[in-house]
Each structure stands twice: as C-alpha cells, then as structure tokens.
C-alpha cells in the first residue's frame, strides 16, 4: 500500500519553559512522514529552498521517506518561530517566514497520482484539493487544517471536506467551524459537510473518533515530562494513516488500534525538541508504549 | 458490607443555560449517596433543618438510604445558588447560606462505626477527619475536598490525607495544593502525603487514577446534552465507592470498574436538574450504559 503526505517542511525556532532550540527541521509534513515511515513507506510532496540543509533532508531519506516529490526552489525554506508558557496547549507565534512555501503548488510525481492513502497536512485548502485531483484512485484520504483557513478559505475547505474520508480537527476548531458549543455536536455538524469521519483532537485529554452512529473516545497517555508539544497533532495523524497504510482491512478495531497508534507516536514527539526523539525510536520503542497504553486504558 | 457517607445535604437554587430549578434537593451526601445506593445499602450522615421537606426525606428514603444518621436540628438547611454559564466546567456561586450545616459534627450512630467503606464528602477536613476517628476499622476510606479547605485547612487536610486509601480531587486543585503545574507530578506529590492512591477527576475529559507504581486513564462518556453539571463528583465518588462496596475484593479490575461506573453515574446525574434523573433510573439503564462505555473506549 502506497502512502502520499503533502504538507509543510519548515525551519522551526521554538522556546519552551524547558529550553530552546534554534533552527531545527519542523512543518508538518516532517513530523507527520516521519511518524508514518514507522509503519509504510511514505512519498512526501513539499517544497524547501536551497538553504535547506543537507543534514534534514537526509534524515527525512533514511526514515523510510521517499524524497522524489520534494521540490527544491531557489530562496529560502519556510520559517516558524514561537513559544510556549506552562500550559503547552497554544503556541504563541513570534514570526512566520512562508518564503519558497508562497509558491506551494505541486504537480504530483507519476508514482504519487497511484497512491492508495493520502494525507493532507495542514495547509491552503485549495491546494490541499489540487493535490487531491491528481491522485486517480484514493482509497483513504486524512486532511487537517487550522483556524486560520476555518476563517479565511472557509468555503475552498467546504470543498474539501466533501472529498474526505477522515477529518482531523482539534476542538476549538470543531467549535469554530459549526459555531457549535458542544464538541458532540460540533462533530456532527462536521459529519453533515461530507466527511465520512471525524477525528477531533483534544491534546492532553485525549481524541475523539465520530462517525455516523458511533464515538470512539480515547484518552491521552500521560507523560512526566513534554518538552516541546510541537508537531504532536501532525505526528498523531503520521502514526494514524501509517497504521492504517499497513492494515489489510479498515474494520473498526484497526481504526481504533491506527488512532491509539497515533496518540502513542505523538508523545514520542513531545519528549524532546524537533525530530530529536521521534526520530530516534525503534520498533520495538512502539509496541512497548502501545501495550502499555493498552494496559493502562483497559477496565 | 457496610458503607458510611458523611456529607453536606442542601437546597440548591441553580441557573444553566437550560433552564433553572429553584430550591431543590442538593448537597455533597445527596448526590453520592443516591448514586452509591444503587450498588450498596448507604448510611447517611448529615444534617438538616426542620424546613427540610419530607418529600426529599422520603426520596432518599426510598433509595437504599439508611436515615438514622440524618440530625435534624432546629432552623434552616444549607443552602447554596450557582450559576452556569456555556463552559460547565465551573459555577459562579451566587450565595451559600450554611445555616445549621454550621454546627455540622457528627456523633456516629453505633451501626456507623462498623462500617466497612466510607466516603467523607467534601466538608470541613477537621470534620472529615473527627468522623473517621469514629469509625472502628474502616477497610477503604476515599475523601474529596475542594480549593476552600486547601487554602483554609491546609494543615487539617494533610492530616487527613494520612489515612485515607483514596484521594479525590480535580485537576485544579491537584496543582493548587502541590504547587506543581503537571497533574501526574501533583498526583505523584500528593501520594507522598500519605494516600494510597489519588483520583484526579477532569470533568468532561475523565479521570486518572494513580497509586506508587501505576495510572489508569479513563476518558468521559461523551453527552450530546448537559442540563446541569451540579453534583456530578460526587455522583462519580458515589457510584465509586458504592460499587467497591459490594466487590468481594479490590483488585485492580474491581477499581478500574468502580472508576468507570463511578464516570457513568455522573453522566445521569447531569442529564437534568438536581436528583431528576439519578433518582430515577434503573440497574438495567445503568448496565446497559456502562456496556456502551466499556465499547466506546475499547481498542
């Protein structure tokens, strides 16, 4: 089974009450094909320009990434800066630099217009349709989104939104988009504009699976210590579509099994700055967390 | 085995964005003994005026409730009037009057001291503390408590803490008493006070439950409506201990479970105004509820 990310590879400089780490490789489509190449080869689709270092591009290439679709333009790669307080639940954005990223508009490799399970990182919601177009016969598609396209592109990701398979959203946005007070609602709202599904993320606390007649409620794994939340919705939703890229079939308990998969990769995510940890696990780090999630889940 | 549950009993006058119910039967040890009730006969023990309806005496009556330890005393019953607004997270109280509830301190009756399980509702710690000295060889004892007493009866509440098998507290208060800002190091800092394990309730996103060596996380059952979150901790702590009280042993299955059914509980209790709904509902709705939960967050 094949599996497409389009998204976002940024140069991210983030403060934490934990520390600060100046430069490192971010974007959405890094922490998502990162957390996905765990499970199923991944065929990125993004755009860095020629400042980006040698170093991040192959890391991203040993992850089990292939780098065709990633579109070298000249100028600078994308540039987030922000910082986090005690509660690590918002980021406080210090600066945005979208540089080569302005001119995002991919025209898919061949191999990538066969793929079976599509992710669409957060991104324009018209280009996210764009992308989709050139892919012939998707068998899943997962998009995210944020505030800034609920309010600004409102009607491109309505569009959207009747193309998907699973729609990821965290709770405000779910609140934001229906102008519904209750998440329950906000979701089934969501469920009416097309999507199949609806996960909503509710960091800490956990995530929420909907569909027509059923919930899934899964609640987050506790860790001691979170150095950097960055990236950790992306992550969620790599471990997600990656579990399900490598499944046979999509019954309900492997749905289940790819979004506590993903709950699981995002606190690899979170341990440490950047890719620094996720990058670094093995298989066997996975499985052990999951079954100990498991455990500590069960009653 | 027997179950004591020491308490407030009120008249509550409460505002939601639903609707208002106006003096109606309120109160820590209403709550918790009604949803304890349904699993294990209660002893109740609080006070009230002699202005407290009947209609309510014979209601909790009526519920698997033994009165013998209800102290009337001459004048008026505790009252209190909150208000809630779209986040149900927190009332804005509005008035308490304590009225005879001011010169609530329990002699036990002598069936009480024999009691097997008790649950010291949040009252004065001083008081809670007095009860349980009553109370010959109590095989679990569970307390709540709320951010009054941390701030006011610091040094009673930790004297408290010494003896008790399960503390109950919410998130909030975790990190106010601990001074901690992640909730497992709050939970791993009030252990060291001396309970063996604490419970840190999270409203509508769940529960944790930790003792030295583990946690459990168990998610809310999700409501698409909430008519007024009044009581609902202490419906969780009732139906908690209730369904410990009439477990053979506590294993750890046994505590996921009360812990579950303790969250399902509570999901009646905010259904409707006041006990309208909690008092009113059968085994049978309360199994098949719990199933659905057990299914919900099963993967």
């Known amino acids: 089974m094949s599996l497409l990310i389009v998204g976002s590879i940024g140069i991210d400089t983030v403060k934490t009450p934990f520390g600060k780490a100046d430069s490192v490789l971010g974007g959405s489509a890094s922490y998502s094909s990162v957390s996905a190449g765990y499970f199923s080869p991944v065929d990125l689709v993004a755009i860095v320009g020629t400042d980006f270092p040698d170093e991040y591009r192959f890391f991203l290439e040993s992850k089990n990434i292939d ?14 800066s922000g910082e986090y307080g005690w509660d690590f639940s918002d980021a406080k954005t210090l600066s945005t630099k979208l540089n080569v990223f302005a001119q995002f508009d991919p025209v898919l490799p061949e191999k990538c217009k066969n793929a079976d399970h599509v992710f669409l990182a957060n991104i324009d919601p018209e280009i996210q349709y764009k992308v989709l177009q050139q892919v ?13 396209w609920i309010e600004n592109k409102n009607k491109e990701l309505r569009k ?20 519904e007070g209750s998440t329950v609602k906000a979701a089934r709202s969501l469920l ?3 999507p199949k599904k609806v996960i909503v993320k509710k960091g800490e606390h956990g995530a929420l699976l909907f569909s027509d007649h059923s919930v899934f409620c899964i609640p987050a794994f506790l860790l001691e210590t979170i150095h950097d939340p960055t990236g950790a919705g992306d992550t ?7 579990y399900l890229a ?19 990769m995002a606190t690899f995510a979170v341990e440490d700055f950047s890719l620094n940890k996720l990058g670094g696990i093995s298989a066997g780090d996975i499985n052990k967390r999951f079954k100990k999630f498991q455990e500590l889940t069960c009653f």
Do not use: H
């Open 192 to 194: 009416k504009l097309g």
């Open 160 to 179: 959207l939104l009747k193309k998907l398979d699973i729609f990821l959203c965290n709770e405000s946005e779910a609140r934001q988009f229906t102008g």
């Open 236 to 242: 969620f939703a790599g471990g997600l579509i990656g």
């Open 136 to 148: 012939k016969k998707p068998k899943l598609v997962l998009a995210d989104t944020m505030n800034f």
């Open 67 to 80: 780098m065709e679709g990633l579109i070298t333009k000249k100028g600078k790669t994308f540039r987030w």
């Open 246 to 264: 490598q499944c046979k079939k999509y019954t309900r308990q492997n749905l289940r099994k790819a979004i506590a998969m993903g709950t699981i």
